[in-house]
């Protein structure tokens, strides 16, 4: 089924929404997601791929229909290294009247590349990759190389409206509206703008690859537009089980979300995990400060605010803690992690949009208010699971929607050795191994 564009208006707007309190009211200055694009350039060059924009290469034909042209703005630098040789094309994809874009990176293996054994790899599968919360499309800088290399598939990857380089329209939370209603919106305002993207491009079907809250969103696509999605890849999702009865208690005084530790000795499922609860680190009760924190926290959260807002409030000291996060990424390189901190710190100081758009989906604690456990019961296409098998999100939640859908549709659940939540960054050749493998399965 697809939706009617003209049953009900754009679930976004025009124009922005706020900024942090520094920069509201002036105290450094405000960017646009027009601005210099040499920081997702510096990063996309650490992944060997030759980044070109379309409209001014020359080894690149000119893009149809009008509404895939490059903008003005469009970075014209191109970021290679010398042994870069997969051409990807950077893309504003019009999804509106307005001037709303989706920000896309493209690689048309049929157009630009040859098989491995010589010939044309006429592309006849597309596999739209669709990032996590608080990162970008940058944040496959490790996937795109390999994954190019299967021969048939394009490879799109997107910024969510309102995140990354897309455009930032005007996010209008219905938090004084019931449960159901501020969660429908939210999702209304990514499904529909992912599709209004399928449309543009003229993509017929495609492998939808979300990871974390890209995941949800993938998830809910899928079963909105069965017809579109040859096979749904959900990259450690968030949203799935239902929360624990006294979560929200938990968290009021003072306890996380457990971490599911263990070290698989393959990437197939396990049910071997060690609960936080069940740790000598739990039996200490939180002290003031952390029940204060978690508290504070909670409320935050309810009222839609969001980490982005901290980094953008803060100016240049927001850097800092982007550092500070992506520091603790050991297994990248000195250069990759300085191009990662800076690629992500340029897309969190952006005006605030859609990020606000969590908090009406996401308990806290990143619980789903509409968990999708037993929502997928309705999935029509092939699933698959890959979590890492240090991973904060739980894999059992995976596990159970395979066993409410068993028979009915392909499942595969995997987990990934030597990785955490990003197990894509983490551990890329097992990730892209698994991945290149789903990929083939549909030649």
């Known amino acids: ?51 070109v924009s379309p409209g001014r290469s020359s080894d690149m034909a000119q893009l149809e229909p009008p509404h895939m042209q490059p ?5 014209t630098t191109l970021a290679t290294k010398p042994d870069a040789d997969v051409v ?24 630009q590349q040859t098989s491995p054994s010589g010939g044309s790899a006429s592309a006849q599968h597309n596999l739209v990759m669709t990032h996590g919360y608080f990162t970008g499309l940058g944040f496959f800088f490790r996937n795109y190389h390999e994954l190019s290399q299967v021969p048939g598939w394009n490879i799109y990857s997107i910024d969510w409206l309102g995140m990354g380089r ?31 993207w399928r449309k543009r491009l003229g993509i017929e079907r495609m492998t939808l690859c979300g990871h974390s809250f890209g995941g949800y969103m993938s998830a809910l696509y899928a079963l909105k537009h069965p017809d579109r999605v040859e096979k749904l890849v959900l ?16 968290l009021r005084q003072g306890y996380g979300p457990a971490r599911r ?12 995990y060690e609960r936080a609860e069940d740790s000598k680190d739990a039996a200490a009760p939180p002290s003031r400060s952390r029940i204060m924190w978690f508290r504070l926290a909670m409320g935050l959260w309810e009222r839609n605010f969001a980490p982005q807002w901290i980094v953008r409030s803060a100016g240049p000291f927001g850097r800092r803690l982007i550092d500070w996060y992506v520091n603790r990424f050991e297994w990248l390189s000195e250069s990759q992690r300085t191009a990662l901190a800076a690629y992500a710190h340029q897309i969190s100081v952006l005006p605030g949009s859609s990020e606000s758009a969590l908090g009406d989906i996401l308990k ?27 991973d904060w999100v739980d894999f059992t939640g995976g596990q159970q929607v395979i066993r409410r859908i068993a028979g009915r549709v392909p499942t595969r659940l995997f987990r990934i050795p030597d990785a955490g939540h990003n197990l894509h960054l983490e551990n890329p050749a097992d990730f892209n191994r698994i991945l290149a493998s789903e990929m083939r399965a549909l030649e």
């Open 1 to 51: 089924m697809t939706s009617n564009p003209e049953a009900a208006p754009p679930a976004w707007g025009s124009g922005g929404s706020g900024s942090g309190l520094a920069s509201l009211f002036g105290l450094w200055p405000r960017a646009s997601s027009k601005d210099d694009h040499g920081l997702e350039l510096a990063l996309l060059a650490e992944s060997g791929l030759k980044v």
């Open 71 to 75: 903008r003005q703005s469009a970075p």
């Open 88 to 111: 990807a094309e950077l893309l504003d994809v019009d999804i509106d009247s307005a001037g709303n874009y989706i920000h896309t990176l493209a690689i048309r293996n049929g157009r």
């Open 166 to 196: 897309s455009s930032r329209p005007k996010y209008q939370s219905r938090r004084g509206e019931s449960e159901d209603a501020r969660v429908a919106h939210a999702e209304r305002f990514f499904v529909e703008s992912l599709e209004e």
């Open 235 to 250: 990259i450690s999702p968030i949203g799935i089980p239902e929360a624990p009865p006294d979560f929200d208690e938990k």
């Open 261 to 272: 530790r263990s070290t698989p000795t393959d990437t197939q499922a396990t049910p071997d």
């Open 364 to 390: 806290p604690g990143a619980f789903a208010r509409r968990p999708l456990v037993q929502r997928l019961d309705a999935i029509a296409v092939p699933t698959v699971f890959m979590y890492g098998a240090n």
